[in-house]
């Protein structure tokens, strides 16, 4: 069936320095696009979210992309820190009117001081 | 803190036995969601309400599940008979209309020994 995944399942970064995870979906259908964080024992946390009619949106230091012709969602952590550290996942919506999300397995990143 | 609670947090329970958990959404969301999450995957969709109105459910939903929000405000999601393939941690979301991001609330992670 339709699903959404991420390429890499952990990813460990320096302190002050970039992260970018990476999803893939195969959802054409698919017109709004989430990510999220979820810290241990939480629940998930709104990142920020972008439609099908932009390729790029920027909020407080975390900026996505969308590649629609690849099917492929980034998220970009500008200058990381120890509290970025996490579960992240994207999510889809599959085009439905009830905006259903489907979610990938999760990135977890590491912040190293 | 994204303002959807959830009650109880952990939920033990023996085999056979019913738990019954509760969502209170932000105020002003008409939609509510329910999802449940298992270690190391992402969220997985259970069912929706609009208001009062149960417009989808999941086939993961088994005729075990039921889920209420009768007046529109908190929702209730009852499992019957548990097995141990329920243990999981069961998370509400709530949003405004259709393409509004959704938040999530703590979750109530529930045991089934």
């Known amino acids: 069936g339709e699903s959404v995944g991420l390429h890499l399942p952990t990813l460990s970064v320096q302190e002050g320095d970039n992260s970018i995870i990476n999803c893939a979906y195969s959802?054409?259908?698919?017109?709004?696009f989430i990510w999220y964080k979820q810290e241990s024992g939480k629940g998930p946390q709104f990142i920020i979210d972008?439609?099908?009619?932009?390729d790029k949106r920027q909020g407080q230091r975390v900026t996505v992309l969308l590649n629609k012709t690849v099917k492929h969602l980034s998220l970009q952590i500008a200058a990381t820190q120890p509290g970025d550290s996490a579960v992240y996942f994207c999510?889809?919506?599959?085009?439905?009117?009830?905006?259903?999300?489907?979610f990938g397995g999760g990135t977890r990143v590491l912040v190293k001081p | 803190d994204t303002g959807v609670s959830q009650d109880p947090r952990h939920k033990i329970t023996k085999r056979g036995q019913n738990v019954t958990f509760r969502c209170d959404p932000i105020s002003e969301h008409n939609r509510l969601y329910w999802y449940r999450q298992t270690l190391g995957q992402g969220p997985e969709f259970l069912t929706y309400?609009?208001?009062?109105?149960?417009?989808?459910k999941s086939r993961l939903l088994s005729d075990r599940f039921s889920a209420e929000r009768p007046k529109g405000s908190f929702s209730t999601l009852e499992i019957q008979r548990t097995e141990q393939g329920d243990s999981a941690m069961y998370l509400c979301a709530s949003s405004l209309p259709a393409g509004s991001e959704q938040y999530f609330g703590p979750g109530t992670r529930l045991t089934v020994t």
């Open positions: 309400f609009q208001n009062e109105a149960q417009l989808e």
């Open positions: 959802n054409s259908a698919s017109d709004y």
């Open positions: 972008i439609r099908s009619n932009m």
């Open positions: 999510a889809e919506n599959g085009g439905a009117a009830g905006n259903k999300l489907t």
